[in-house]
């Protein structure tokens, strides 16, 4: 897991606790949120933001609560200034 200077991204938690440990393709991991791949590849790159209908389907595919998605997403972007 690499060392962060802030909270993480989605995308970033995505990545280093569901698609690194698992070996998930991204492909797999978006079909299983019932996510677009195009989507799924923005939220991993950061270039999309998470609001209630994405929230709940990372929380459906990953077994978490879209509360989980949504506090990450706010954390994330306050610590950008956003």
Request: aromatic residues 10%.
């Amino acid at each position: 897991m690499k060392i962060l200077n802030g909270p993480p991204s989605v995308g970033e938690m995505i990545k280093e606790l569901y698609l690194l440990p698992t070996g998930v393709s991204t492909e797999d991991a978006a079909s299983l949120c019932q996510i677009d791949l195009e989507t799924f590849n923005r939220i991993l790159s950061c270039e999309e933001e998470i609001g209630y209908e994405l929230a709940y389907k990372l929380a459906k595919g990953f077994n978490t609560t879209h509360n989980f998605w949504l506090n990450t997403q706010r954390d994330y972007l306050a610590s950008q200034g956003n």
